[in-house]
């Protein structure tokens, strides 16, 4: 690989479980943030990171579930969205800075190709500064990787 080649600029940080995830918010959000969650479900985790930055966007596959989180939470903006639909992501309109994801659906083995791809999605389309996942298989994976220097 050449060092003229696109390089990601994304920073990727594993939680194995929802107490790790929602504990990164005041390490990882601030103030000029606009943060994107895919997978809010009831909106909890969207409403504790709202006071943390300038715009934060809850989304979630289930109509049902964005409609109660909107009961829930009628001061913050919850949208329908299929995580797997990075263009729809997109064309909410906003840079996001920082991208939450919590698909629970995807925390097995047999799914952690699944979730590389979609950070790789998420940070080539969208170019956050940091994606923040609720993953155990991802975090176990990465704790056991390390860089090789090359030449």
Sequence with gaps: MSREQ???GTTFVGARNVSEYRAT???WVSADDVVLE???EWG???A???PHCRLVIGTDVSAQVIERARRQHPELRFEVLDGFDVRAAQ???E???KVYIDMSGLSGYRSLLDVIALLQMYATVLRPQAIVVKSGALKHFAAHCIPWPGK
């Design 48 to 50: 504790l990171i709202a």
């Design 38 to 40: 895919i997978g809010c």
């Design 6 to 8: 696109f390089r990601l």
């Design 44 to 46: 909890t985790t969207t």
């Design 25 to 27: 918010i005041p390490v």
């Design 91 to 93: 064309a909410l309109g």
């Design 95 to 97: 840079d996001f800075t």
